[in-house]
């Protein structure tokens, strides 16, 4: 199981993620949203690369998503 810790707000609130869990990452107005299996999402105020830099080597399908 590989972990990163993500902040979710700008007040500092901060969640584990098992990044094994994670389906897909998408931006829009509400800001970063990372999705899970379970069908679950969080929201993060990181840009996308930001979370990519802090998810990356963690799993081989972060590198699918990473623009070049």
Do not use: W
């Not at 969080?42 to 963690?58: H, V, Y």
């Amino acid at each position: 199981m590989a972990l990163a810790i993500i902040e979710r707000s700008g007040s500092g609130q901060i969640t584990v993620v098992n990044t094994d869990q994670v389906t897909y990452l998408r931006q829009d107005s509400y800001g970063t949203s990372i999705h899970f299996t379970s069908g679950e999402h969080i929201n993060c105020p990181m840009e996308m690369d930001a979370l990519l830099e802090t998810l990356q080597g963690r799993t081989p399908e972060t590198l699918l998503i990473k623009q070049n």
